[in-house]
């Protein structure tokens, strides 16, 4: 059962709009959520983390939006450019000998067109 | 800097062949973990080493077993191939366990069994 989800497998946004992709999860004892990106043939690279007692934290184009009632976080980009064209991956983990391994959902295809 | 590499980056493989993925770590992380990508899949987590000497299983060990002998080196083995481990193959590496530090991923193995 998943428990990291991501249910769109894609989105298509103009260039210099506001991408915003969406992921829920079921365990309420995840701590830390994290956004990795990947491109064809490459493996995924850390894009951008929040801890569960925030609710949303900054890195330049990219922010990431915590809703604990919802379990349900967002990652934004803005202004979205052709080279932010990836699969996103949200992932998660908590404490402990089980939760702290990365439980990811199965990623979102943007694609940014000029 | 290398980070994570891995290899090889593609092989073919007949049905009941064996073969070992070989991860190396250059930057002396304690926790190294083996992935496999489907389509339309998230990473599931195949085994995990939280230390050198040290194995688990993750998510989906069947079929595969693990080495740790050297700290920087990680080796996902398959020792009697089958179709339906087919996919992408991603290793990576970290320094904590928990908390909101990265995983580093390589750049994948892509393996097909005929």
């Known amino acids: 059962d998943q428990q990291v989800k991501q249910n769109s497998p894609s989105l298509s946004v103009q260039e210099g709009r506001i991408s915003i992709l969406n992921c829920d999860y079921t365990n309420s004892m995840f701590d830390y959520f994290l956004w990795y990106k990947k491109y064809p043939a490459e493996g995924p690279t850390f894009l951008i983390s929040?801890?569960?007692?925030?609710d949303k934290n900054e890195d330049g184009r990219f922010t990431v939006f915590l809703n604990k009632s919802a379990k349900h976080l967002s990652l934004h980009i803005v202004p979205s450019q052709p080279g932010d064209s990836a699969v996103y991956f949200c992932?998660?983990?908590?404490?402990?000998?089980?939760?702290?391994?990365?439980?990811f959902g199965r990623g979102t295809q943007l694609t940014v067109w000029p | 800097n290398a980070g994570v590499t891995q290899t090889p980056k593609f092989r073919v493989l007949k049905t009941g062949q064996s073969m070992t993925l070989l991860c190396a770590q250059d930057?002396?992380?304690?926790?190294m973990y083996w992935y496999r990508q489907d389509p339309g899949m998230g990473l599931r987590l195949i085994h995990y080493s939280v230390g050198e000497g040290t194995t688990a299983k993750g998510e989906v060990p069947d079929g595969y077993n693990v080495s740790r002998l050297k700290k920087q080196n990680f080796l996902l083995g398959l020792e009697s191939a089958a179709p339906s481990q087919t996919s992408v193959y991603f290793c990576?590496?970290?320094?904590?366990?928990?908390?909101?530090?990265?995983?580093?991923f390589g750049d994948g193995t892509r393996l097909s069994i005929l």
């Open positions: 930057m002396n992380h304690e926790y």
């Open positions: 990576a590496s970290s320094q904590v366990w928990g908390g909101n530090q990265p995983q580093h």
């Open positions: 992932a998660a983990k908590g404490r402990g000998s089980t939760l702290g391994r990365l439980y």
């Open positions: 929040i801890s569960s007692i925030k």
